[in-house]
């Protein structure tokens, strides 16, 4: 018989291209919380980031979801509306699909243990609140982050929660199992990693972005390209550290297939950054991308990670 993949494993793996490879790994009790956040974050994202919709719309229904995700807002009515006003705008069948079963991610969600709950409606509230700060502030012109707070702040409400969340989900799950160092330094450790990995991803889209009329990094003007590439080169080593402290959190973990998810990223993050330093003007202008072989190489190199002795 085929095999079925339950928990939305199957919207997970044509909403994510590399994050479902991590989670599909992890055990059951660490994999349906943070598969279900990650739906319910991709799904803000979605909304945040949907080109066709007017930047307007876009910031009334990320608020909206917030405060769906909160049980402050009626989740019927605004599915209602998503589906008649939002969703037929999607240009990727699979976010589509996302967006239109977010009732149903709602429902998973109220079915959860209440610190569980807890938890995911914690992270989705910063990470939204990130977002809403995203449309709000890049409105049009080229537009930098005011200085490095502003970059650590927005990196931190984007990602760095993640890393904390990840935390408070595999000790309320697993327990002692989990970790062989305490929560609040293994939260520190899963927090600088998460800004690592969106360091990562703003490295790599900076290009992108700048024909978009925004610019993550704190540079005095952003049509310089030397003073660009000098500011790119430093936080390029800044994410190198943060990922470092991903694999530092990684070795720390006990079960093997919590490491194995946990310091997929990190590696997959090194190579990115690898690639950056060696890419032309014009791949940089496009945007760097791993290779899936190279993604299937990192699982493996994942899979034979050795916990810190």
């Given at each position: 018989?085929?095999?079925?993949?339950?928990?939305?494993?199957?919207?997970?793996?044509?909403?994510s291209?590399?994050?479902?490879?991590?989670?599909?790994?992890?055990?059951?009790?660490?994999?349906?919380?943070?598969?279900?956040?990650?739906?319910?974050?991709?799904?803000?994202?979605?909304?945040?980031?949907?080109?066709?919709?007017?930047?307007?719309?876009?910031?009334?229904?990320?608020?909206?979801?917030?405060?769906?995700?909160?049980?402050?807002?009626?989740?019927?009515?605004?599915?209602?509306?998503?589906?008649?006003?939002?969703?037929?705008?999607?240009?990727?069948?699979?976010?589509?699909?996302?967006?239109?079963?977010?009732?149903?991610?709602?429902?998973?969600?109220?079915?959860?243990?209440?610190?569980?709950?807890?938890?995911?409606?914690?992270?989705?509230a910063?990470?939204v609140?990130?977002?809403?700060?995203?449309l709000?502030?890049?409105?049009?012109e080229?537009?930098?982050?005011?200085?490095?707070?502003?970059?650590?702040?927005?990196?931190?409400?984007?990602?760095?929660c993640?890393?904390?969340?990840?935390?408070?989900?595999?000790?309320?799950?697993?327990?002692?199992?989990?970790?062989?160092?305490?929560?609040?330094?293994?939260?520190?450790?899963?927090?600088?990693?998460?800004?690592?990995?969106?360091?990562?991803?703003?490295?790599?889209?900076?290009?992108?972005?700048?024909?978009?009329?925004?610019?993550?990094?704190?540079?005095?003007?952003?049509?310089?390209?030397?003073?660009?590439?000098?500011?790119?080169?430093?936080?390029?080593?800044?994410?190198?550290?943060r990922?470092?402290?991903?694999v530092?959190?990684?070795?720390?973990?006990?079960?093997?297939?919590?490491?194995?998810?946990?310091?997929?990223?990190?590696l997959?993050?090194?190579?990115?950054?690898?690639?950056?330093?060696?890419?032309?003007?014009?791949?940089?202008?496009?945007?760097?991308?791993?290779?899936?072989?190279?993604?299937y190489?990192?699982?493996?190199?994942?899979?034979?990670?050795?916990?810190?002795?």
């Amino acid at each position: 018989m085929e095999r079925r993949e339950t928990g939305g494993g199957e919207l997970l793996k044509a909403v994510s291209r590399s994050f479902y490879l991590s989670l599909r790994v992890l055990p059951g009790p660490m994999r349906e919380p943070l598969s279900l956040g990650y739906l319910l974050a991709r799904a803000s994202d979605t909304l945040a980031d949907s080109a066709g919709v007017a930047v307007e719309q876009r910031e009334e229904f990320l608020a909206e979801f917030g405060e769906v995700v909160a049980g402050r807002f009626p989740a019927g009515d605004f599915q209602a509306r998503l589906v008649r006003e939002f969703v037929p705008q999607q240009r990727d069948a699979a976010e589509a699909r996302l967006l239109g079963g977010i009732a149903t991610l709602l429902g998973w969600l109220a079915r959860q243990p209440e610190e569980i709950a807890g938890a995911i409606r914690e992270v989705l509230a910063t990470i939204v609140a990130g977002q809403r700060w995203d449309l709000e502030f890049f409105t049009g012109e080229v537009v930098r982050v005011a200085d490095v707070a502003a970059l650590e702040k927005y990196t931190y409400q984007v990602a760095g929660c993640v890393g904390e969340f990840w935390t408070r989900v595999g000790f309320l799950t697993l327990g002692g199992k989990f970790a062989r160092i305490g929560e609040p330094e293994l939260v520190r450790l899963g927090v600088s990693y998460g800004c690592g990995l969106q360091l990562v991803n703003i490295l790599r889209d900076v290009g992108r972005d700048r024909q978009l009329g925004r610019c993550y990094l704190p540079v005095e003007d952003v049509n310089d390209p030397d003073e660009l590439q000098r500011v790119r080169s430093h936080w390029v080593k800044q994410a190198r550290l943060r990922l470092a402290d991903g694999v530092a959190y990684a070795g720390q973990v006990r079960s093997r297939r919590v490491r194995t998810a946990t310091v997929l990223p990190a590696l997959l993050g090194v190579k990115t950054l690898d690639r950056l330093e060696l890419a032309g003007a014009s791949e940089l202008a496009a945007g760097v991308k791993i290779a899936r072989v190279e993604v299937y190489a990192s699982l493996w190199e994942a899979m034979i990670f050795r916990a810190a002795e």
